[in-house]
């Protein structure tokens, strides 16, 4: 006959409890603390990310999509904002650690003080992506950029829609003087003045290019040939600082989103329309199809960093000539554009 003592089961009841406690907290800290396990068992590194409603963030989404991100030991948060200032505000007070923009934002934002560098251009590495159009009216008969000279056209002043604007038109031999330009900061508003002939152009970045020439403005000229403006992807220096590493792997995901998207561009149409509000009147348009082209990541040249720098101080929006290497950082990916 077994001996059961109260006490001596208690204490070691209780011993055996706090062991299996012990076991249970160390495990759980093992594999939390913030991080999770990606499908190789390491460490997920956490990285936000703020995404504009534009076709550029396509191949963050397939990534996310697809796994790509975690795949690479990556916990990638994708955050949404309504304009580039609510993003730009982000990027400012450490909220978010990158995004895709243009090399005028990247400028600006290092003139105020905010510490980001472009790591690879995102569209515009050739000509006929990213594209901006300068466009007349359907009923204006402006069909020429001759017939554009001290005509007044729609606008987002000090933006990138102003710069490509200028740089479409001198291209086609207008003088920077002829070329008058008045502000609509807001694109449907825009869209919407030049379509029912509340101005006789204006300037619109696809997928609203696409739209307004569907509905029967006329394309004065456009960057599918004249590759004057680039978007990038934007990354703190916070970030690369301290995981280059992550940041490099963040871009290899990104690189392979892109190979899917070059292999079969019409795959991503709900994507497009879901998360880019790119209309079905556009995606379903044989006649004027919407441009979806992204290269491989490679790093903005030289001559258009130069270029964007150069405009901005004439306009007197940044307060130094800022150089190459504090607006662009070339150890993210290999080769380079300059």
């Known amino acids: 006959m077994i001996d059961l003592q109260p006490g001596l089961f208690f204490k070691k009841g209780m011993a055996v409890f706090f062991f299996l406690l012990i076991t249970a907290a160390l495990t759980g800290a093992a594999g939390g603390c913030g991080q999770e396990k990606g499908k190789s068992g390491s460490e997920q590194v956490k990285i936000r990310l703020g995404m504009l409603p534009i076709i550029d963030n396509l191949p963050f989404w397939v990534a996310q999509e697809k796994g ?17 200032v609510e993003r730009d505000s982000a990027l400012t007070a450490g909220k ?4 895709v923009g243009d090399l005028l934002a990247v400028a600006a934002l290092r003139n105020a003080g905010t510490p980001v560098k472009a790591v690879s251009l995102a569209m515009g590495a050739q ?15 402006i069909r020429t950029a001759e017939q554009l000279k001290n005509v007044e056209i729609a606008v987002s002043l000090n933006s990138i829609i102003e710069y490509a604007t200028d740089k479409l038109l001198q291209h086609q031999g207008l003088k920077v003087g002829e070329i008058k330009k008045v502000s609509i900061p807001k694109m449907p508003v825009r869209l919407e003045a030049l379509l029912t002939g509340k101005v006789k152009a204006a300037t619109l970045p696809d997928p609203l290019a696409t739209l307004a020439v569907i509905r029967g403005a006329h394309i004065i000229a456009d960057t599918m040939n004249d590759n004057v403006t680039q978007t990038v992807i934007i990354i703190s220096e916070d970030l690369l ?22 292999a079969n561009p019409t795959a991503f149409a709900g994507t497009l329309a879901q998360k880019a509000n790119v209309p079905e009147e556009v995606l379903t348009n044989k006649e004027h199809r919407l441009p979806v082209n992204f290269s491989a990541p490679r790093l903005p040249s030289r001559q258009d960093v130069q270029e964007v720098v150069d405009w901005l101080r004439a306009r007197n929006l940044i307060e130094k000539p800022l150089k190459y290497e504090e607006l662009v950082d070339g150890r993210v990916i290999e080769g380079s554009g300059s």
Request: a negative charge; proline letters at 7%.
């Open 68 to 84: 790509y991100f975690q795949v690479a030991g990556l916990d990638v948060e994708l955050i949404s904002f309504p304009s580039a």
């Open 96 to 99: 978010i650690d990158g995004g």
């Open 127 to 141: 000509p006929g992506e990213s594209r901006f159009a300068v466009l007349s009216s359907p009923d204006s008969g």
């Open 241 to 262: 600082a301290k995981n280059l590493p992550a940041a490099k792997k963040l871009m290899n995901a990104y690189a392979r989103a892109v190979d899917d998207i070059r």
